[in-house]
């Protein structure tokens, strides 16, 4: 059993079997460099794209670790807690932990907002080893004394990046406010704005630092199509594209609700079973479209950035921009979703002449052009003969640097 690399990682044979049983043969970059940190009790701040397996190398050692302190829960209280900022992704770290932890006797719970806290109060009642929550219930809860922090040794905070874009930094204040100062804090985000390299500062203590670097990222290995596509002719060029049986599981992206909404609809119109999953949708009903389309029964799902940022699904077969998005990043987290953890996969944009902007920080940002299918109109290219003017962005680029100079400046050593 030794002979596992993860086993020389640090971690027992219980956790070895359990991965074993999921598959898992060799630790991804993250995990490797964090997993034998977490188990000596250090803070760490891990910067690491979409994909890379940082839930694992967060989970692991927090199960070890909470296992070996062998305290037992006292009722209303949790020994760790694991905030996320969407209800989505709060569930498949719960799904991580039931897996990592096959073999532990640990009760865990998931707190989220979108469904009744009937059972989610009970749980708590007894006291729970792990909590998993979203920012906003877990407030709800502790306001009415369902739940103490006082007893909450390890702080992991996920996907700290997408909890400023979602306006939850404030509320993750409050909430590190509640826990003991002796603990051990764990910050996790693909991107470091300004404003999660501050919170970072403030509750990480001599955190260690694992950073992968962007483009170690499957992006390379990612096949990436540019069709040049007029807005009014995008969704019958959609349907168009499903004619292709090799589309078999396929998340489309819109930038909008309602746009997304209006796709599935012409899809349907054409026999294409899809579904849409984004903010105005209940939680019920975004679990269902999930599953449905996990398990094969959609083919397509239809989604905004917001609500499919974090979601882990197996095997995409393709990601399709039916709009570029604004924030070139952006474009990266979608296509991540084609290409986890190794496997290669496809992504079709469709870029409109008024998103030739969009397209060319896009392709700034991945250093290299997507691949042109069919005729550029002549019109679309004249933009980029042009000025090549970058579009309106609130400027990350700048932002970014200013961080990482004052990172340097306040920490010692890495
Ligand atoms: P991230 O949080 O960085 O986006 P996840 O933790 O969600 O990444 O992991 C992405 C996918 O990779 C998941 O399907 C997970 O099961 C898988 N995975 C993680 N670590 C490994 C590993 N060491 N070997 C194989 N698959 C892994
Ligand atoms: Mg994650």
Redesign the pocket.
């Known amino acids: 059993m030794t002979n596992s690399p993860?086993a020389e990682l640090g971690l027992t044979d219980r956790l070895v079997r359990a991965?074993r049983a999921?598959?898992?043969?060799?630790?991804?970059p993250?995990?490797q460099k964090a997993i034998p940190l977490l188990l000596e009790d250090a803070d760490l701040l891990g910067i690491?794209?979409?994909?890379?397996?940082?839930?694992?190398?967060f989970t692991l050692p927090l199960l070890q670790n909470i296992n070996e302190d062998g305290i037992k829960p006292l009722p209303s209280t949790t020994r760790a807690l694991i905030l996320a900022p969407t209800r989505e992704l709060a569930l498949?770290i719960s799904d991580?932990i039931k897996?990592y932890g096959f073999h532990f006797n640990l009760r865990h719970t998931v707190v989220m907002g979108g469904v009744s806290q009937g059972a989610q109060v009970a749980a708590l009642k007894r006291g729970v080893d792990i909590l998993v929550a979203t920012p906003g219930r877990l407030l709800d809860l502790i306001n009415q004394r369902r739940l103490k922090l006082s007893e909450c040794e390890y702080l992991i905070i996920?996907?700290a990046d997408r909890m400023l874009d979602m306006g939850f930094i404030r509320d993750v204040r409050k909430i590190v406010d509640l826990l003991p100062e002796d603990r051990q804090t764990m910050l996790?985000s693909?991107t470091m704005p300004a404003e999660v390299a501050k919170l970072a500062e403030e509750i990480l203590y001599e955190p260690e630092r694992v950073e992968i670097a962007a483009k170690t990222v499957a992006v390379e290995k990612i096949e990436q199509r540019v069709h040049h596509v007029g807005k009014p002719a995008k969704k019958d060029f959609l349907v168009k594209l499903f004619d292709d049986g090799d589309l078999s599981k396929v998340i489309v992206f819109t930038r909008t609700k309602r746009g997304a909404d209006q796709v599935v609809k012409r899809m349907a119109k054409s026999g294409i079973k899809a579904e849409a999953i984004h903010g105005n949708k209940s939680q019920n009903n975004r679990q269902r479209a999930l599953k449905n389309f996990q398990d094969g029964r959609t083919r397509a799902l239809v989604a905004t950035d917001i609500a499919s940022r974090?979601i882990?699904i197996?095997h995409v077969s393709h990601v399709i921009n039916y709009e570029l998005p604004n924030e070139p990043e952006s474009y990266v987290h979608r296509i991540?979703r084609t290409a986890?953890?190794?496997t290669s996969g496809i992504a079709i944009s469709m870029c409109d002449i008024e998103e030739w902007p969009q397209l060319k920080a896009i392709e700034k940002l991945i250093k290299r052009p997507l691949t042109p299918v069919g005729e550029v109109p002549a019109d679309f290219a004249k933009p980029a003969q042009g000025r090549g003017k970058p579009p309106a962005r609130r400027g990350p680029p700048r932002r970014r640097n200013r961080n990482r100079n004052s990172r340097q400046s306040t920490r010692k050593a890495a």
């Open positions: 993860f991965l999921a598959k898992y043969h060799k630790p991804t993250v995990q690491a794209q979409t994909g890379t397996g940082k839930t694992a190398a498949q991580s897996t996920d996907e996790f693909a974090g882990d197996d991540g986890r953890a190794g």
